[in-house]
């Protein structure tokens, strides 16, 4: 099925929002004392952010991880209510209590972000089940790493996923790396997709740097998924640029190796075809950009006027 | 005397245990090749100098981890296994709470378990409550389980040595921000025995028991004090399990005034524990209701303005001190 234009320009846009937006980050990180916590960046993996949710629905779940701005930015999340949230500001999408490692946005069904590895794929069994339990036509999709396939609970989630033909996709991007871990230091099997047949379910592997094919592979499982037909497992080959945290100097990482993968970055890719098509023009190109640069900028100006949270108010929330 | 920063000592402490006895090894994410590359952490230097063959690094598996300790262990093999963060002893938990605690009673005393489980603590880094959660009340709970929560770099030296050759498993549990304190530890091999508390100031007014971190946060409560003559005695628990009553109840009966002091949430933490022995053993000699400073009933929140409300402070020590006298 041909890609409709506008979801090539929701994709592009997703993109370029997610880089913009950690591009932001990774400066704001060198001024001492701007942003507490450590800091997460998926720089260089956002097509699997952008294609994933651009085959989603609003009724679709996402349950994100610790590498999760481009997951939920390109879901809807407001940006200026996740960088509040990682400045620890009052106004921020989870009033300060979560800063940057586990943002929850509800408001765009992406109700769990969890930092604990491997602590998405039971969370997600249960949001699938209850979108089957109620007749939904909708999806969840479980972001992970590669790392994360080596905990218990994801093969747990995935047996019981495929046992009950659930509506999950199970979303892994192998980024090569698990920490300081390249990915064969932690996985003897070639593909993390290679693990859907333990549990009978369709498991695919796709250029992750690809964002029409990250958008062709997701929509075949959301159909899927839809149909009662059960979850995938989709294993997207991609890199991160930066490395694990941004305090993390990427000993291991050869300078060679992040080359390779720059030359494979998603957003010219995408950007490239899309001109040549004449999906959009070299004006039109630059009316986003400046649009998502005036986003950003603004998102860091509501943040750092925001206030911080009162001291007192680290006592709400606990309860229901 | 050397100056070492604690995270430099425990490197020593297995440096030490692992050239002293060739069945010691270690394994946990990271630990060889990391993401960290301070000279000044625990397992810095080890992978090169002991070889892959006994410094292992493993996948994201902390299941894994704890299971494969319990079952080196039971081989007469030492392991010392690195779970990352204190909350991520929940994924291992079930090998350590029903396997490495209880296995041994199951044999009647036949089988033995002489692992370390080291994991790091503590808040104040702004990574919020899947980081940062002291859990030390839960292992205490679980008879077969020793709990070490070392305050000072001479003393996790000490306590580190004593727990790699200890016959039972231990939960060595470090806080994050000591990692980078100095302090002063003996050249020569000390080995400071597992379930024994230190003073680590005497003061006649009230005893204010605390270990980790909060040792630093009950001294400085104590010179701010001592100002206006008011003696706190701090007593270090240093081990939570098994835990030293005599140094407990002999101050408690000297001062007759009790403050526990940890950074750990309040219900269910280990000052309930303190508290009960105090009552029990020494009722007679209080002068005034024990008090407990202790974080407040919540996750750490990740703001900073969050996360200082939460972390005890000697200010809101030297209240409660003020409170009971
Ligand atoms: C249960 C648990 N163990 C360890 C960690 C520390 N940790 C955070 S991210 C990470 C690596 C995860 O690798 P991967 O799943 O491949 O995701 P990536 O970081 O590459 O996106 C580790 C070990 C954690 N957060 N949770």
Redesign the interface.
């Given at each position: 099925m041909p890609i409709p234009k506008a979801k090539k320009l929701e994709m592009l846009r997703s993109l370029l929002l997610a880089r913009r937006f950690e591009e932001a980050l990774t400066e704001l990180c060198q001024i001492e004392g701007k942003i507490?916590?450590?800091m997460i960046l998926c720089t260089g993996q956002e097509a699997v952010g952008a294609g994933v949710c651009a085959a989603l629905q609003p009724q679709d779940a996402i349950i994100s991880n610790h590498r999760s701005h481009s997951h939920l930015l390109a879901k809807g999340a407001d940006p200026k209510a996740l960088m509040a949230e990682i400045f620890?500001?009052r106004t921020?999408c989870n009033k300060?209590?979560?800063?940057?490692?586990?943002l929850a946005v509800p408001e765009v069904n992406a109700p769990c972000t969890?930092?604990?590895?491997?602590g998405g794929p039971p969370i997600a069994v249960g949001r699938a089940f209850a979108q089957q339990y109620r007749q939904e036509k909708a999806v969840t999709v479980c972001f992970i790493g590669d790392?994360?396939t080596?905990?218990?609970?994801f093969h747990e989630a995935l047996n019981l996923a495929s046992l009950w033909a659930l509506p999950v996709i199970f979303v892994c991007e192998n980024n090569l790396y698990?920490?300081?871990?390249r990915f064969e230091?932690?996985?003897r099997a070639p593909n993390i997709a290679d693990r859907a047949a333990g549990y009978a379910m369709p498991g695919v592997v796709v250029d992750g740097n690809d964002a029409l094919a990250v958008y062709t592979s997701a929509s075949e499982a959301r159909a899927r998924a839809v149909a009662g037909e059960g979850p995938t497992l989709i294993e997207y080959k991609t890199y991160r640029w930066r490395?694990?945290?941004e305090?993390?100097?990427q000993?291991?990482q050869p300078k060679e190796e992040i080359a390779a993968w720059q030359a494979t970055c998603p957003i010219p890719k995408l950007r490239a075809e899309m001109l040549a098509q004449g999906l959009i023009g070299a004006e039109a190109l630059q009316a986003m950009e400046s649009d998502i640069a005036a986003i950003v900028q603004e998102a860091i100006r509501f943040a750092e006027e925001s206030p911080?949270?009162?001291?007192?108010?680290?006592?709400e929330d606990?309860f229901a | 005397m050397q100056t070492l920063r604690m995270g430099q000592a425990i490197n020593q402490a297995l440096r030490e245990e692992m050239l002293r006895d060739p069945d010691v090894f270690l394994a946990g994410e990271g630990i060889g090749v990391g993401i960290h590359h301070s000279p000044l952490l625990p397992t810095a230097g080890l992978l090169k100098d002991f070889g892959a063959g006994r410094v292992k690094d493993t996948p994201v598996s902390e299941a894994a981890i704890a299971g494969l300790a319990v079952g080196a262990a039971v081989a007469g093999l030492r392991p010392v296994v690195e779970i990352m963060f204190n909350p991520f002893f929940t994924l291992a938990s079930d090998m350590i709470v029903n396997h490495a605690a209880k296995l041994r009673y199951l044999s009647g005393g036949k089988s033995s378990f002489p692992l370390v489980v080291r994991m790091k603590s503590g808040a104040g880094f702004g990574a919020g409550c899947q980081h940062s959660h002291n859990l030390e009340a839960w292992a205490a709970h679980c008879p077969g389980l020793k709990v070490v929560m070392p305050s000072t770099p001479a003393d996790a030296k000490g306590l580190l040595k004593s727990a790699i050759r200890d016959p039972n498993p231990v939960i060595f549990i470090e806080d994050l921000a000591l990692y980078f304190v100095p302090g002063p530890v003996p050249e020569e091999e000390v080995m400071i025995p597992i379930g024994q508390a230190e003073v680590k100031r005497p003061g006649k007014d009230v005893t204010v028991v605390t270990w980790s971190k909060m040792v630093g946060v009950a001294l400085e409560a104590a010179d701010q004090l001592a100002r206006e003559n008011i003696g706190m005695e701090v007593v270090d628990l240093r081990t939570l399990v098994p835990m030293d009553k005599e140094t407990l109840l002999a101050s408690v009966r000297k001062t007759g005034r009790l403050v526990v002091l940890h950074e750990a949430t309040r219900t269910g933490g280990f000052a309930g524990e303190v508290a009960a022995v105090v009552m029990e053993e020494a009722f007679a000699h209080l002068q005034a209701p024990l008090r407990r400073v202790t974080g407040p009933d919540i996750p750490v929140p990740a703001s900073p303005p969050l996360e200082r409300f939460y972390l005890p402070s000697a200010e809101k020590l030297m209240a409660a001190v003020r409170e009971i006298l």
């Open positions: 507490p916590g450590m620890g500001k921020g300060g209590k979560s800063g940057t490692l586990h969890t930092t604990v590895v491997g790392g994360a080596n905990e218990g609970s698990a920490g300081a871990q230091e932690h996985t490395g694990h945290g305090s993390d100097l000993l291991y911080y949270p009162e001291p007192h108010e680290a006592l606990v | -």
